[in-house]
């Protein structure tokens, strides 16, 4: 094992808690987000005002959500890096430096998952308004 690999693992274990709390508290609210996007358009103008800001409140817990997942991404680059410049393609296969470009594309494709909820959300907000 050499220091790149030592790197990683050391890396593996703080990252690891970080991304349970990520991906625990993206599946806990996205079932919510879900059902408040398909809720059917209240008649009276309070109760639309209440799903507005009910929708408002979880475009911001979504942003924080991806606002964490940054960080995650930014935690990791400089070993995604490193692993990128080493070529893990050629040659023999690692699965150590393998598993981080993966877990990178997962939270990138999380992030994207979750900038597209914030995006949803905004549009019905938008349609509430009217």
Do not use: H, K
Request: aromatic share 6%; glycine share 4%; charged share 20%.
């Amino acid at each position: 094992m050499n220091d790149l690999d030592a790197q990683i693992v050391a890396a593996s274990s703080l990252v690891s808690v970080l991304l349970v709390f990520v991906f625990a508290y993206f599946s806990a609210v996205l079932p919510t987000i879900e059902e408040l996007r398909a809720r059917a358009r209240p008649t009276a103008d309070d109760d639309r005002a209440a799903l507005r800001r009910r929708l408002g409140t979880y475009q911001m817990i979504v942003a924080a959500v991806i606002v964490l997942v940054g960080l995650v991404v930014l935690l990791l680059l400089p070993l995604s890096i490193e692993v990128l410049r080493g070529q893990p393609w050629n040659g023999t296969f690692n699965t150590l430096r393998i598993g981080l470009l993966l877990v990178e594309i997962l939270l990138l494709a999380t992030a994207a998952a979750l900038a597209l909820e914030l995006v949803l959300m905004g549009r019905r907000r938008s349609e509430l308004r009217r």
